[in-house]
Nanobody, 122 residues
């Protein structure tokens, strides 16, 4: 059974950092693209970052480019999202997802975790 579990969320002050982890099981991580998405209250779920199945290609939403870094460790079946210089507008539930198509389009991802809350506040 294919599963994704997010962890690493929490409360952080503006300017701070968090590292989210997406631990996967039931499939080979190098067979799927992995995306990070987030959803703030009252807003649509939006793509944040993605990494190709090979790990050789990454992409970021404009709002996080230069602040967030996505990476993967196939041996640990885990994808990471390092988030630096966090802003209050980064507050959301963050989800990781697996799909066969690389990109930031939510509909391209078939398998989803349950999310982890990130709150940026002083």
């Amino acid at each position: 059974q294919l599963q994704l579990v997010e962890s690493g969320g929490g409360l952080v002050q503006p300017g701070g950092s968090l590292r989210l982890s997406c631990t996967t099981s039931g499939f080979r991580l190098n067979y799927y693209a992995i995306g990070w998405f987030r959803q703030a209250p009252g807003k649509e779920r939006e793509g944040v970052s993605c990494i190709s199945s090979s790990g050789g290609t990454t992409n970021y939403a404009g709002s996080v480019k230069g602040r967030f870094t996505i990476s993967k460790d196939n041996a640990k079946n885990t994808v990471y999202l390092q988030m630096n210089s966090l802003k209050p507008e980064d507050t959301a539930v963050y989800y990781c997802a697996a799909g066969s198509v690389y990109g930031l389009v939510r509909q391209d991802y078939a398998y989803w975790g349950r999310g982890t809350q990130v709150t940026v506040s002083s």
